[in-house]
């Protein structure tokens, strides 16, 4: 007889806390799906993009950033002035860009379509594979949404 897919899960859980295992699920996750994003939990060394991709708003320093070792995920993190309420995601263009780096308009980058991973309610989101797409930070503050520049890296 087969278990209900929840009670599989229970069983699952009741094991993983019985041996001692830690089982992380993080605080920070709104609605976002893993469906939603490229990389769950990908380990770099990211740096800030410029030139537009990161922003300051209301007191916020928000970035888009971009793992600089493998060089092919991004991610958005508000890196200071977070406040309870602030959602945070970040956008990836369907289009791929194969001989651009840089920025690039809001319609060349939405031309194809666009995906997001979020919105999150933490200073961090997960992250997207950026080679030859367009990526962007997001985030609502204050009930207003706003947007860096479009970067292809």
Known sequence: MKK????????????LTSSGAIVFVPSSVAS?????????GVIGVFRAVESGASFDFRGRRVELQNESALDRYSRAEIKSGRKSGDRLWVDRSY????DFKGIVSDQQ???????????YTGSRTQSVFNA???ARACGEFD?????GKWYVD
């Open 109 to 119: 980058a939405k031309r194809d379509g666009w995906k997001m991973c979020g919105p």
């Open 32 to 40: 976002a799906t893993e469906d939603d994003c490229d990389g769950i």
């Open 132 to 134: 030859n797409y367009a």
């Open 95 to 98: 289009r791929s860009f194969p």
């Open 4 to 15: 209900p897919r929840m009670g599989r899960v229970v069983a699952a859980l009741a094991v």
């Open 143 to 147: 009930g207003i949404t706003k947007c």
